[in-house]
């Protein structure tokens, strides 16, 4: 629309190389399927840095539409999930925590607890089982919702009536993924912490609740709690754009929504993985 | 009419291309030369396929001609940039079925584009909101959401949405397509109403631009007539020369569908 909105995101060459029949020779084919990701890598960056501008420039446009939009999106992809994370978290505290902390006392390397904990809960299994999880619950209803409002229509006509579609499609989601994942980590953390202390103690492991929270607060520093920040937030940004980006930015028919649902999600994960990896590598530089 | 004819045209296609929405690359319709003077009303004839609907697109400043030039209120369409949005809602605009938003309701679909561009709540909004679907006869429908309702009173509802800013230049693509003999005998007049200048707009006369694959129901005497064919476009006149006219394409667009007597 607009001829800007195609021209930016419709990216024909992708649903050529997708359309096209399969090249005969590996070789191609592996060729194809390079060009593809560095396509789709491209594509996502442009919608990413889009996004970015229109957060900035339009912060406060028209908010008396925004705000209600922001908070359903944060309701939906938080308040709305905490029952389901009480239970993940329980579960997580029995199954893993449980376990490691009663592992841990049988060979005497109580010692090692808070620093065990931080790293494996707090730094990896917290944000990344949370943002798998909202991926799973609202990414994919992110790429369906938009993908059936592109596919109707609906996005021309918003741009019809002078509203920026990124503005009011994709900025409420990501700002709302992005606070929800990491509101949703900190509940996971302290529920799964909690729970698991619970289930070592069923099990009489010799350890108080004193010295249990107290391993864990001298292990904690202010970098871990700077780092689950970012790391939390860039979760929800990711998934966010990855998933609005396969409902939003290309032409969709009805029919090919499911098939683009699944791709997003394919992609979220391996979004999260990358972006985990990177904050893998600032935690061994810092 | 002379002080109308006064004023700068409301929409100028000079040797226009015009492209698919789809595919940038496609040209659906060659060297356009069209002009509306203000407070007239185009109806725009084609069979299915002759690009009606990006015709329509790029006169409204939503689809940017493939080559020549497309100025409406006298600024290029390429410069309808975020900056220049204060004419961009100058233009209503209706797509052929409505496109509402499915997740909101009539009256929220018909309030969006006030609130969102006048920075309104929901409550701030309601009495215009409320004042317009009674116009419309859509006050019983306001809580109901597209997917409920009647494909009559869709198009309705998306009528009432591209009102609800006040625009000069109202363009609706094939506006009667699917409506039953009540609704199309409504809108037909309705229509008439918004050209000589409705009460709701305080008696300002509207601009309006229509497609259509059947001629035969806005025969009227005030209304100019063009025709798309075989990726040309021309102006054929007022009705008369409608009438008169030898074009193939006309005689098709005036023609009984085959079955309509049986």
């Known amino acids: 629309m607009r001829g800007n909105l195609a021209k930016t995101f419709q990216l024909t060459n992708i649903q050529v190389f997708r359309r096209a029949a399969m090249p005969k020779s590996y070789t191609d084919q592996l060729g194809r399927k390079l060009f593809l990701a560095l396509l789709t890598l491209q594509g996502l960056g442009a919608f990413a840095l889009i996004t970015i501008g229109v957060i900035l420039n339009k912060f406060n446009v028209a908010q008396s539409v925004m705000r209600p939009r922001i908070r359903h999106e944060i309701n939906r992809a938080g308040v709305s999930l905490l029952p389901m994370f009480f239970f993940v978290a329980l579960a997580l505290g029995f199954l893993v925590i449980g376990q490691t902390v009663s592992a841990l006392a049988k060979v005497g390397a109580t010692d090692y607890l808070g620093s065990t904990m931080v790293i494996v809960i707090v730094r990896e299994l917290g944000p990344l089982l949370t943002a798998m999880l909202v991926l799973a619950r609202v990414g994919t209803a992110n790429v369906i919702e938009l993908g059936t409002a592109r596919a109707l229509g609906e996005v021309e006509a918003l741009e019809a009536l002078g509203i920026d579609p990124v503005h009011y499609l994709i900025v409420p989601r990501v700002i709302g993924m992005a606070l929800g994942i990491f509101s949703l980590t900190i509940y996971l953390i302290i529920g799964a912490l909690a729970s698991g202390y619970l289930f070592a103690f069923l099990q009489d492991v010799p350890l108080t609740p004193g010295d249990y929270f107290k391993q864990i607060t001298e292990a904690l520093s202010w970098l871990d709690f700077a780092l689950l920040a970012l790391k939390t937030t860039a979760f929800g940004f990711f998934i966010a754009v990855v998933t609005c980006y396969h409902g939003l930015a290309q032409p969709l028919r009805l029919e090919d929504v499911s098939r683009v649902a699944v791709r997003a999600v394919t992609q979220g994960v391996f979004v999260c993985v990358l972006v985990d990896a990177v904050f893998i590598v600032l935690y061994l530089v810092t | ?262």
């Open chain 2, 1 to 262: 009419m002379n002080s109308a004819a006064a004023d700068p045209a409301i929409i100028e296609m000079r040797e226009a291309s015009i492209s698919t929405l789809r595919d940038a690359s496609l040209t659906v319709v060659n060297n356009v030369n069209w002009s509306v003077a203000p407070g007239e009303f185009w109806v725009i004839a084609g069979q299915q396929q002759s690009g009606k609907s990006d015709f329509l697109m790029t006169a409204a400043g939503l689809l940017l001609p493939a080559s020549g030039s497309c100025r409406v209120f006298g600024r290029e369409t390429d410069s309808f940039a975020e900056a220049e949005l204060a004419e961009r809602l100058r233009i209503g605009y209706v797509f052929a079925g409505g496109k509402l938003f499915s997740q909101l309701t009539v009256a929220e679909n018909v309030a969006l584009p006030l609130r969102y561009q006048q920075n309104l709540s929901t409550a701030e909004a309601s009495a215009a909101v409320a004042e317009l679907l009674e116009v419309m006869e859509l006050t019983p429908f306001a809580d109901t959401t597209p997917s409920n309702l009647a494909a009559n009173w869709r198009q309705r509802a998306a009528l009432a949405r591209a009102l609800i800013l006040q625009p000069e230049w109202l363009l609706l693509d094939s506006p009667l397509g699917g409506l039953g003999a009540r609704h199309r005998q409504w809108l037909l007049l309705f229509l008439d109403q918004l050209q000589r200048g409705h009460e709701w707009f305080g008696g300002r006369p509207l601009t309006v631009a229509v497609t259509t694959d059947d001629l035969r129901p806005w025969r009227h005497a005030g209304r100019k007539f063009a025709v798309l064919d075989e990726k040309k476009f021309s102006v054929l006149g007022l009705w008369n020369e409608v009438e008169s006219a030898s074009h193939r394409a006309v005689k098709e667009l005036l023609a009984e569908p085959a079955g309509a007597t049986l």
